[in-house]
């Protein structure tokens, strides 16, 4: 089995900055494409924000040139800087991995959410 814990999260006022962060524990093989998903009050789950273990990236319109998404393979960890945030990116974000885990097929984990509120 793979967990993932995400941090970072919190209360900030538009404008201001946080870092996410993901760690990746368990019995974890290898993990492929690693990203970041945010849900808002009343709406869907949406992407983010996805790296590979290569390092391509893909972003959301809604925070290209704000968000910045990056890995550390040696840590198993991936990271969401935010920066210029808005009051619509206020949302529970999740972290997002396809790992295999020893012995497992490749499957889906995601992370418990973390909570960040951006106030106006």
């Known amino acids: 089995q793979v967990q993932l814990v995400e941090s970072g999260g919190g209360l900030v006022q538009a404008g201001g900055s946080l870092r996410l962060s993901c760690a990746a524990s368990?019995?974890?093989?290898?993990?492929?494409?690693m990203g970041w998903y945010r849900q808002a009050p009343g709406k869907q789950r949406e992407l983010v924000a996805v790296i590979t273990r290569g390092g391509s990236t893909n972003y959301a319109d809604s925070v290209k040139g704000r968000f910045t998404i990056s890995r550390d393979n040696a840590k198993n960890t991936v990271y969401l800087q935010m920066n210029s945030l808005k009051p619509d990116d206020t949302a529970v974000y999740y972290c997002?991995?396809?790992?295999?885990?020893?012995?497992?097929?490749?499957?889906?984990?995601w992370g418990q959410g973390t909570r960040v509120t951006v106030s106006s």
């Open positions: 368990g019995s974890i093989f290898s993990i492929n494409t």
């Open positions: 997002n991995a396809f790992a295999v885990g020893y012995g497992q097929p490749i499957e889906d984990y």
